[in-house]
């Protein structure tokens, strides 16, 4: 079973960073590795999301003028996620979900709905107080 932790920051963060986080630190620093990642699962990604353009240099210049929806926007991360589950299953950390920005944790409501097929394990840690 793969293993990816993302943890939560709290409400000024970048949108949806702790996922940006949890996939550089799976897939790596490598620009290759990510593109061969992310290319076949969600190819829409590599032409929508900011955080993309970080890993894939060149890729990056043409995201400020790419529109897509967050639905569109969710559908692929889950399609990256899902793929990474494979056969082998995932395990998906949430550290911190009392902190996480709204963005992420209506990410995390719209995974929920997808995962039903596969073997993903989501494990999140709250603060009661909070």
């Given at each position: 079973m793969k293993t990816i932790s993302i943890q939560c920051l709290g409400?000024?963060?970048?949108?949806?960073l702790p996922f940006k986080e949890g996939l550089a630190a799976y897939l790596g620093r490598s620009p290759e590795r990510i593109r061969e990642s992310l290319a076949s699962a969600a190819p829409l990604l590599l032409d929508a999301v900011p955080f993309i353009g970080t890993f894939l240099g060149k890729v990056g210049e043409r995201l400020a003028g790419t529109s897509i929806s967050m639905k569109g926007l969710y559908e692929?991360?889950?399609?990256?996620?899902?793929?990474i589950?494979?056969?082998?299953?995932?395990?998906?950390?949430?550290?911190?979900?009392?902190?996480?920005?709204?963005?992420?944790?209506?990410?995390?409501?719209?995974l929920l709905r997808k995962i039903k097929d596969y073997r993903v394990l989501v494990v999140a840690t709250v603060q009661e107080e909070q």
């Open positions: 409400t000024g963060a970048e949108p949806l692929e991360l889950a399609k990256i996620l899902t793929r589950a494979g056969e082998t299953g995932l395990s998906l950390l949430v550290e911190d979900l009392h902190a996480a920005d709204s963005d992420t944790l209506y990410f995390l409501n719209y």
